[in-house]
């Protein structure tokens, strides 16, 4: 329904720092609840963060709290990933998601929309 593109991605060494960004389509984003959630070769995906409709609250897996921020602009229909101290494990095919609820935003079943995912690589 909402159409999503992911960018950003790419490699990085250990310690550095990456910003995802996800466009979305559409004229109602800031009324969307908005996740990334990523998966790894041979894992299942896995939830990374999210945040609520507006500028509503945050939240994130224990894995990334601490160094990802998520954040978004709604003039500019855009959710950000800023991922800093970046670590191999991270390294993962990142998917930014939507939703038009704002409940149990940490499971991929309450998103109706997802993009293609943009590859991150974190070397060691």
């Known amino acids: 329904q909402v159409q999503l593109v992911e960018s950003g991605g790419g490699l990085v060494q250990a310690g550095g720092s990456l910003r995802l960004s996800c466009a979305a389509s559409?004229?109602?984003?800031?009324?969307?609840?908005m996740g990334w959630f990523r998966q790894a070769p041979g894992k299942e995906r896995e939830f990374v963060a999210a945040?609520?409709?507006?500028?509503?609250?945050?939240y994130y897996a224990a894995s990334v709290k601490g160094r990802f921020t998520i954040s978004r602009d709604n003039a500019k229909n855009t959710l950000y990933l800023q991922m800093n101290r970046l670590k191999p494990e991270d390294t993962a095919v990142y998917y930014c998601?939507?939703?038009?609820?704002?409940?149990?935003?940490?499971?991929?079943?309450?998103?109706?929309?997802w993009g293609q995912g943009t590859q991150v690589t974190i070397s060691s």
């Open positions: 998601a939507a939703t038009m609820r704002s409940i149990a935003l940490g499971l991929g079943s309450s998103y109706d929309s």
């Open positions: 559409g004229r109602t984003f800031i009324t969307y609840g």
């Open positions: 945040i609520r409709p507006r500028g509503g609250s945050t």
